[in-house]
């Protein structure tokens, strides 16, 4: 148990649906990372936040947009859902920039 | 931040060693080398990263040549548990790409009784 966790594990909907992907990092992490694992393009970061700012952006679509609140926990907004971000998608935190990273269990999104 | 070069598969046998193989030519000198592995589709795990010492802790040992351009990550006595895929990555930690990790298509290592 890596101490970062997520909801929902499965989550299931339609195209052009929009969902919220929730993480909460380990305690007294401060930066948060998602990162995208679909078959054909593997891991790939999306976008990191530090103490609630953004600090990195990978590669995000602009239906795609996160933030990160004041206790610390985050959200991925996905929007105009296509039938290609069915994906796994991870939360990772971090004690300090740059340190190791703690992913979660991630949540499996399947759009129909 | 630098390219990794993994080879895609290897096998071991149960309670040997494995030694897992990694190269990064384009290694700059504030770059260090980390170890992650995914067990079937849960989410990655840290294993072990070093910048240019060989570093061990309760998982694995990770060995860096002295032109940092390639390095070796060993599990002592593998075990079955430790079928997964493993990622070598190369990160700027603390710099420009703010910890980001990149991963590339890794080493499946298949333990075997």
């Known amino acids: 148990d890596s101490g970062v966790t997520q909801t929902p594990k499965h989550l299931i909907t339609a195209t052009g649906q929009r969902v919220t992907l929730r993480c909460s990092p380990r305690?007294?992490?401060?930066?948060v990372y998602w990162y995208q694992q679909s078959l054909d393009q593997g891991l790939q970061f999306l976008i990191q936040?530090?103490?609630?700012?953004?600090?990195a952006k990978g590669n995000i679509l602009e239906r795609f947009s996160a933030q990160q609140f004041p206790d610390l926990h985050s959200e991925l907004n996905l929007s105009s859902l296509e039938l290609g971000d069915s994906a796994l998608y991870f939360c990772?935190?971090?004690?300090?920039?740059?340190?190791?990273?703690?992913f979660g269990p991630g949540t499996r999104l399947t759009v129909t | 931040d630098a390219k990794t070069t993994q080879p895609p598969s290897m096998d071991c046998a149960e309670g040997r060693a494995a030694n897992l193989p990694c190269n990064h030519s384009?290694?700059?000198?504030?770059?260090?080398v980390y170890w992650y592995r995914q067990i079937h589709s849960q989410g990655p795990q840290y294993i072990i990263h070093?910048?240019?010492n060989n570093e061990t802790n309760e998982m694995a040992s990770l060995i860096i040549t002295e032109d940092r351009k390639s390095s070796t990550l060993i599990l002592p006595h593998a075990t079955l548990r430790d079928t997964a895929v493993y990622y070598c990555?190369?990160?700027?930690?603390?710099?420009?790409?703010?910890?980001?990790?990149?991963f590339g298509q890794g080493t499946i290592l298949t333990v075997h009784p």
């Open positions: 990772a935190s971090s004690s300090r920039r740059g340190n190791e990273q703690y």
């Open positions: 305690s007294g992490d401060l930066s």
């Open positions: 936040y530090y103490n609630g700012e953004e600090r």
């Open positions: 384009t290694i700059s000198g504030n770059e260090y």
């Open positions: 070093g910048l240019k």
């Open positions: 990555i190369v990160s700027n930690a603390g710099g420009t790409s703010y910890g980001k990790l990149t």
